[in-house]
């Protein structure tokens, strides 16, 4: 599954330039237009990330960053403020209610937002888990005799231990496959 991210924005024309740019991108994107509804979708939806409007009807995007604020369950989601309001107290006060980025939507492209999305989600959704081969059970053995670069799990650089490296999947949190390196758990070097 592709990594979710709400569009709050109760302009129609911003929301649909980010949606269709987006979705080309391969997320998956669900819209709000007013702060009401972006709690609302924030809890049918579960973003990966929100990108937030200020101001707005009903609640105002600040308003909306208090009350995720507020909820342990939803406050780890990132948001990127992007808004038309270049004012110093709103800058301070939505970074002081966590949000990652606030920013102008003249000064910025949509080109280098979506960058910006993608950089917020690579490093806010990387894990990575190192797993040493157990001697002998399965097919360790036959795994580093068919692949010579091995090295019967002894680092050709310093002789420590090699164990895999497994990360998850930045562009899909949900999916179940792994990219794994062999890496020496001693210098560290990917062999
Ligand atoms: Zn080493």
Redesign the pocket.
């Known amino acids: 599954m592709a990594a979710k991210i709400l569009i709050v924005d109760d302009e129609e024309i911003l929301r649909k330039i980010y949606t269709d740019r987006l979705t080309f991108e391969g997320f998956a994107i669900e819209n709000a237009a007013d702060g009401e509804e972006a709690l609302a979708k924030v809890k049918s939806f579960g973003p990966n990330l929100i990108l937030l409007d200020i101001l707005m009807p009903k609640l105002n995007g600040l308003q909306v960053l208090e009350q995720l604020n507020a909820d342990p369950s939803l406050k780890a989601i990132p948001v990127i403020v992007l808004s038309n309001v270049a004012n110093d107290e709103n800058i301070k006060k939505a970074l002081t209610l966590g949000a990652k980025d606030y920013l102008l939507k003249t000064n910025f492209s949509p080109n280098e937002i979506i960058n910006k999305i993608k950089t917020l989600l690579d490093t806010g959704v990387e894990k990575s888990y190192r797993i040493s081969p157990r001697d002998g059970y399965g097919d360790v053995i036959k795994l580093s005799q068919d692949f010579p670069f091995m090295n019967f799990y002894k680092?050709p650089?310093?002789g420590?231990n090699l164990v895999f490296e497994l990360k998850s999947d930045t562009k899909n949190p949900d999916s179940h496959e792994f990219v794994t390196s062999v890496v020496?758990d001693?210098?560290k070097?990917k062999v």
Do not use: F, I, M, P
Request: proline share 0%; glycine share 12%; with cysteine.
């Open positions: 680092c650089s310093c420590g020496c001693l210098c070097k």
